[in-house]
């Protein structure tokens, strides 16, 4: 059995967008599940859509997300150079190849010609009347010579056996005016060689791929495997797209989601695993199936990428949460212990970038709010919030231990006991005195250790002050 080798080429247009990330995810799985190459292959033969420094997008991405290719522009191996626009004498040769066997040919035609003829005029030219075009300077492409008969057909692993009649294909052009090729004609030329035998790419292509076979044939080249992947949807009805703002993959992360679980949640874009969804890259590259990939469209669902986050998250251990959660907390001026932050907002954040928003309580900034008070689980409101910050002034005044969470814990408890009072009575009033806020990462024990005696003392004195002034006592 022939060694697999996959190839990931994308266009270097600036910035890596879901749908080429999981491209580039599966041709890695596949290749390296079979022990196979991953070769990496830019394509930019599109001069006018190249952006400056995307290639460089592309090695970086690669890198962070642990895609490491065997081959490629930087990792040079036999069947170089691995940028397309430095293969341009290929192409042209094998363009004249064709053009030799009658499966190609010049074409002078204007766009108003192509618009006014159904079938290329120019694929009936004589020999003499090429050759004058060719003194003359006339501009040309070279086009793809499809058979007036028969049909064109290939195996897709995912979709099955597809044909066409060949008078539905169009004279494709492989060459264009400025000597470039054609996506069209190199990423067949450049596959086969580059022995690259299993070919993934997304479905917008079936539709061509008949015309590549004919090329393969043309060649006497063998053919490869091909893999269709579904769409990456953003609903029912649209593809994600940068235009329309949809994430990329710089995008995800500048949000403050962890490359592991993008990854790891893009595997599941279209594909099934046998058991748990939550995979590193070594397991995907154990489990990967072709088998398990779906015909039908993917919707990417942020919500279920937030979820994956979170779980990576907690998974990790404090210390690594910790280094993640350093930068976010650049705002905070309360002298405080930054790792007891971290222990709080670990079991509960999904997003990195969620962090200074849930944080921003910590520097005692924010307004007084009595509509927080009222709290229908816990059966409190603003009046009754007064009286248990009241009743338990004293306590937290004599408490002295902040760092002691089940003594603060079971202290705050014992009061609520004390007075007949359900637990949260005492302790939803607490912690909104101490963050003016509705909702934050631990209660009223843990923001109390995190800002201390101190600072909690004072905000609860203000607290009532507060509410004494909105309740007019």
Avoid at 96 to 115: M, N, P, V, W
Avoid at 181 to 201: E, G, W
Avoid at 407 to 430: C, F, S, T, V, Y
């Amino acid at each position: 059995m022939k060694k697999i080798r996959t190839r990931f080429a994308p266009s270097p247009t600036g910035y890596m967008h879901i749908g080429n990330l999981r491209t580039a995810l599966y041709c890695y799985l596949i290749a390296k599940h079979n022990n196979g190459d991953f070769i990496l292959r830019i394509e930019d033969t599109d001069q006018n859509r190249e952006v400056e420094g995307a290639t460089d997008i592309i090695y970086n991405v690669l890198e962070e997300t642990g895609l490491h290719y065997d081959e490629g522009p930087d990792k040079p191996g036999e069947v170089g150079p691995y940028i397309q626009s430095k293969r341009l004498p290929i192409y042209e040769k094998y363009a004249k190849q064709l053009i030799e066997s009658g499966h190609a040919h010049y074409c002078f035609c204007t766009k108003e010609d192509r618009e006014e003829n159904e079938i290329d005029p120019c694929r009936y030219l004589d020999p003499e009347q090429i050759q004058e075009h060719l003194d003359n300077g006339d501009p040309y492409t070279i086009r793809q010579t499809i058979p007036e008969t028969g049909t064109a057909d290939f195996d897709d692993e995912i979709y099955g056996h597809i044909e066409v009649p060949c008078n539905t294909l169009d004279d494709s052009v492989l060459i264009k005016t400025d000597k470039f090729p054609t996506y069209n004609f190199a990423n067949v030329v450049d596959d086969h060689l580059m022995n690259i035998n299993v070919v993934v790419r997304g479905n917008e292509y079936l539709a061509s791929t008949p015309k590549y076979n004919l090329l393969y044939d043309a060649f006497n080249w063998e053919r490869p495997t091909y893999i269709h992947l579904p769409p990456v949807m953003k609903d029912e009805k649209h593809k994600l797209s940068k235009r329309n703002g949809d994430a990329s993959f710089q995008d995800l992360r500048a949000q403050g989601y962890l490359t592991e679980a993008i990854l790891n949640y893009i595997a599941l874009l279209g594909w099934s695993p046998k058991d748990e969804e939550v995979l590193s890259l070594e397991q995907l590259k154990e489990e990967f199936d072709i088998k398990h990939i779906s015909k039908a469209p993917a919707i990417f669902d942020i919500n279920k990428l937030k979820w994956m986050n979170g779980v990576y998250i907690r998974n990790m251990s404090v210390e690594e949460f910790h280094e993640l959660a350093k930068p976010y907390y650049k705002d905070i001026k309360l002298d405080v212990d930054l790792l007891e932050i971290t222990k709080a907002l670990q079991p509960r954040v999904e997003r990195l970038a969620d962090i200074p928003e849930m944080v921003d309580f910590i520097n005692g900034e924010l307004p007084f709010d009595a509509d927080i008070y009222t709290h229908k689980k816990m059966k409190t409101n603003p009046e009754n919030s007064l009286e248990a910050l009241e009743l338990s002034l004293p306590a937290i005044e004599a408490w002295e231990d902040y760092t002691d969470d089940d003594g603060l814990m079971h202290m705050m408890m014992d009061l609520a006991k004390e007075h007949e009072l359900k637990n949260g009575r005492i302790m939803w009033p607490i912690r909104v005195a101490l963050s003016n806020k509705s909702f934050t990462p631990g209660g009223a024990v843990e923001i109390a250790h995190i800002i201390g005696k101190e600072e909690s003392l004072k905000r609860m004195r203000q607290a009532i002050a507060d509410l004494k002034e909105y309740l007019g006592k």
